[in-house]
């Protein structure tokens, strides 16, 4: 998956504008509540084919957390 | 095979819960969870109490039932009692006659699922001949009135099915699962010979939800992850096993647990909308009452008639799981 359709994919999870999506920005100025943990989960399952482990979600700060686990 | 549902009185909208969690609005409840109202049970209602009307409501229909129930499964996990379980104070509160068998057994939202299974069993080996199965549930009484996420989502109701041995012909083949892995991530702590209830901290899970260990506590991602992992494997085998395709199947019929979950369930296991059902919108989840509900709602409706395939599917607590089909007649 390319990097440009792994921001389209995580500013249509949170409901912001692309330009959000940056690595450093922290998950606490996003929406990062219990309904977008399970979006982030289906978006894995969905888009990847992976199982996001719920005990690895919760070691998410930045969305760099997440572009990391998403290659 | 013949089915009622009861739900209390108290109704609990969305508007009723933005009042108290202002930034939870009504329209965000609705969109993320799919409900609009869940029935709650008053504060001295039962699942007990609950079970006893649905099953006179049954009796009230169908008076030749009564008399030849001679096997009674309650499914609860909020008894009235430590002991002696439900089944026996049901069997007297109904008049049923003493000569009958009768058991409660805990399960949640597989509860339906595993009841049939036993019916099955009782009915095919003519241990019983009138099979009464209920499921009721009052769980909104176990989350913590600051959890905005569970009291979202759950609502109470009571289900009576009576089945005889020609129901339980129509009953197919069953694949089950249990996990006792999962047992920490659905649960209600304390109150159990190993932590008794008591003062328990005030803890918080997702956006500001409270819970203690005496509280219902549902961890939502890994409870995600469970039904993901294991619900599409789960309708595969149990098609496999049935001697059955997709295509067979008039309804699948899976544990109303979350418009979220289930709705991604259907995108995975591209089930088209029209053979796969969802509405909780005025109930919530009403764990093991939730399969027996859309049941009910399909065989009024005529969706579902005579001769028409179901799946039935049920999950969650424990972990546990299971899945049949069903022959509608």
Redesign the interface.
């Known amino acids: 998956m390319t990097d440009e359709k792994k921001i389209e994919l995580l500013a249509e999870l949170f409901e912001v504008e692309e330009s959000e999506i940056i690595p450093e920005k922290k998950l606490s100025e996003l929406k990062w509540?219990?309904?977008n943990?399970?979006g982030l989960?289906?978006l894995f399952?969905?888009e990847l084919d992976i199982?996001?482990?719920?005990a690895k979600?919760?070691t998410f700060t930045t969305v760099n957390d997440i572009l990391q686990e998403m290659k | 095979m013949i089915i009622q549902t009861f739900f209390p009185t108290k109704a609990i909208t969305n508007r009723d819960l933005e009042k108290e969690f202002p930034e939870w609005t009504a329209d965000k409840i609705q969109q993320?969870v799919g409900i609009v109202s869940r029935h709650v049970a008053s504060e001295d209602e039962t699942p007990l109490d609950l079970a006893e009307q649905a099953c006179n409501a049954l009796f009230g229909d169908h008076p030749e039932i009564k008399g030849s129930i001679d096997y009674l499964l309650f499914c609860t996990q909020n008894p009235d009692h430590i002991l002696p379980g439900n089944s026996s104070i049901l069997q007297n509160r109904l008049g049923l006659s003493t000569e009958i068998g009768a058991l409660d057994y805990n399960l949640g939202c597989s509860g339906y699922v595993y009841g049939l299974s036993l019916a099955k069993g009782l009915l095919l080996s003519h241990t019983a001949k009138g099979l009464l199965l209920v499921t009721a549930e009052a769980y909104t009484k176990r989350i913590n009135p600051k959890d905005k996420?569970n009291r979202s989502i759950f609502g109470d109701a009571a289900t009576a099915t009576f089945l005889t041995e020609t129901d339980a012909r129509n009953i197919g083949e069953f694949v089950l699962g249990t996990d006792g892995n999962g047992a920490n991530n659905l649960i209600i702590k304390n109150g159990g010979l190993r932590f008794p209830q008591g003062n328990a901290e005030e803890k918080s899970?997702?956006?500001g939800?409270i819970y203690t260990d005496n509280d219902l506590f549902m961890?939502?991602?890994?409870i995600?992850?469970f039904t993901?992992?294991r619900v599409p494997t789960l309708i595969k085998k149990t098609l496999k096993k049935n001697a059955l395709e997709q295509n067979d199947i008039k309804m699948f019929i899976l544990h109303q647990a979350n418009s979220?979950?289930l709705s991604?369930l259907r995108?995975?296991t591209r089930i088209p909308e029209k053979h796969f059902y969802l509405n909780m919108l005025n109930t919530g989840n009403t764990v093991s009452s939730t399969i027996p509900v859309a049941l009910e709602d399909l065989l009024n409706s005529n969706i579902i008639q005579s001769g028409d395939k179901v799946l039935v599917a049920g999950f969650g607590v424990g972990y546990s799981y299971g899945a049949t089909v069903l022959t509608i007649s």
């Open positions: 509540d219990s309904m943990m399970l989960i289906a399952k969905g199982i996001l482990p719920a979600l919760r | 993320k996420g899970y997702g956006s939800n961890d939502g991602p890994e995600f992850n993901i992992e979220y979950i991604f995108k995975i």
